[in-house]
T-cell receptor
Framework: DAKTTQPPSMDCAEGRAANLPCNHS???????VYWYRQIHSQGPQYIIH???NNETNEMASLIITEDRKSSTLILPHATLRDTAVYYC???????????FGKGTLLTVNP | EAGVTQSPTHLIKTRGQQVTLRCSPI?????VYWYQQALGLGLQFLLW???????NRGNFPPRFSGRQFPNYSSELNVNALELEDSALYLC???????????????FGAGTRLSVL
């Protein structure tokens, strides 16, 4: 699986957009970008995934660069409950495992 | 729709004992995955079951084993417990699809195992 690089931590003010970057320069053509988050001691929560196109759902937006070497997860209006570790994962379409790195600790401040 | 459920939520064992953790996947999901998250460490892949068969396992000793039942629920067994087995054990399920459609895994809340 391609490796990802994320900043260890980020801060965001409540109500503002949180933009979490991820580099995945070795991604191959059939690999997806997945985003999960883990709130302290809970199971990871799926947020969004994409292959080539930008994606949006009720939780977030995913922007993937044209060369697919990086992506950004956008939480449009961060709340205190969005404080969590966010993981960017790259894997194949039927990848049997998710390889979690250290992720980004996003702290949303009041 | 019920999510992935795991039991028990917490467990305390002593070294050398054996433990069984249980997981019920989301209805309709055929694949179950087990992960270990030790304190301060990332999630490590343990096992993958699909359609009742073990499809792959991570870099863990044979005393970590499991099975998947005809209703797709799964058990993780750990024999001869060691102190370093203390961790959060997470189960995830997914609906296996044709390659190219993505494979979203949905996680349960986990079982917290403490080995004393």
């Amino acid at each position: 699986d391609a490796k990802t690089t994320q900043p260890p931590s980020m801060d965001c003010a409540e109500g503002r957009a949180a933009n979490l970057p991820c580099n995945h320069s070795t991604i191959s053509g059939n690999e997806y970008v997945y985003w999960y988050r883990q709130i302290h001691s809970q199971g990871p929560q799926y947020i969004i995934h994409g292959l080539k196109n930008n994606e949006t759902n009720e939780m977030a937006s995913l922007i993937i660069t044209e060369d697919r070497k990086s992506s950004t997860l956008i939480l449009p209006h961060a709340t205190l409950r969005d404080t969590a570790v966010y993981y960017c994962i790259v894997g194949g379409g039927s990848n049997y495992k998710l390889t979690f790195g250290k992720g980004t600790l996003l702290t949303v401040n009041p | 729709e019920a999510g992935v459920t795991q039991s028990p939520t917490h467990l305390i064992k002593t070294r050398g004992q054996q433990v069984t953790l249980r997981c019920s996947p989301i209805s309709g999901h055929t694949s179950v995955y087990w992960y270990q998250q030790a304190l301060g460490l990332g999630l490590q892949f343990l096992l993958w079951y699909d359609e009742g068969e073990e499809r792959n396992r991570g870099n863990f000793p044979p005393r970590f084993s499991g099975r998947q039942f005809p209703n797709y629920s799964s058990e993780l067994n750990v024999n001869a417990l060691e102190l370093e087995d203390s961790a959060l054990y997470l189960c995830a399920s997914s609906l296996q699809r044709l390659a190219g459609a993505g494979n979203i895994q949905y996680f349960g809340a986990g079982t917290r195992l403490s080995v004393l």
